[in-house]
């Protein structure tokens, strides 16, 4: 089963932030959470990853609650190039381990 | 710096059939995972593979195989395909703090 959880669909309007929440009530103390973008089915594209503080990269920004168990990824100023399938998962530091993706929020950017 | 590289993009087999599917990982990644996506799902873990031996194993059949060469590129092979087979094969490498994906290999079965 999927470590994470999130809504399955969701709209932005152009040029408004698009803000993706992600549940992750299981996560453990020394499991990162990172975000993917899947377009069209292409392979996911990385976007940004975290332990426990917020996070910012040209792509976007990564909110982490105090106590870890959800998270909610930033698109500032979203276009329509950002319409993709967006996947949250947790994953270790190092080490190997069976990562599990959950279905992922199909982000739609409307003009 | 090229980053995770997959070959073949797409192709086309019958059931009964075999493929192997190649996967070559970012400069400086060690670890290999190998994924299946079936249209409209999230990606499935098939398995891991570090310092050449299966570490971790998904839900699938011995049908699926693989293999790391020494320098970490990989392999997986599916034997005896079936029409469920038919899926989008993504290739993630991985060190400590990157997980970096393919662009995948687009497997039809007819």
């Known amino acids: 089963d999927a470590k994470t959880t999130q809504p399955p669909s969701m709209d932005c309007a152009e040029g408004r932030a698009a803000n993706l929440p992600c549940n992750h009530s299981?996560?453990?103390?020394?499991?990162?959470v990172y975000w993917y973008r899947q377009i069209h089915s292409q392979g996911p594209q990385y976007i940004i990853h975290?332990?426990?503080n917020n996070e910012t990269n040209e792509m976007a920004s990564l909110i982490i609650t105090e106590d870890r168990k959800s998270s909610t990824l930033i698109l500032p100023h979203a276009t329509l190039r950002d319409t993709a399938v967006y996947y949250c998962?947790?994953?270790?530091?190092?080490?190997?381990?069976?990562?599990?993706f959950g279905t992922g929020t199909k982000l739609q950017v409307i003009p | 710096d090229a980053g995770v590289t997959q070959s073949p993009t797409h192709l086309i087999k019958t059931r009964g059939q075999q493929v192997t599917l190649r996967c070559s990982p970012k400069s400086g990644h060690d670890t290999v995972s190998w994924y299946q996506q079936a249209l409209g799902q999230g990606p499935q873990f098939i398995f891991q593979?570090?310092?050449?031996?299966?570490?971790q194993r998904g839900n699938f059949p011995d049908r699926f195989s693989g293999h790391q060469f020494p320098n970490y590129s990989s392999e997986l092979n599916v034997n005896a395909l079936l029409l469920g087979d038919s899926a989008l094969y993504l290739c993630?490498?991985?060190?400590?703090?990157?997980?970096?994906f393919g662009e995948g290999s687009r497997l039809t079965v007819l």
């Open positions: 998962i947790v994953r270790l530091s190092g080490g190997y381990q069976k990562v599990t």
């Open positions: 299981t996560i453990s103390g020394n499991e990162y």
């Open positions: 593979y570090y310092e050449e031996e299966e570490r």
């Open positions: 993630a490498s991985s060190n400590t703090r990157e997980l970096f």
């Open positions: 975290g332990l426990k």
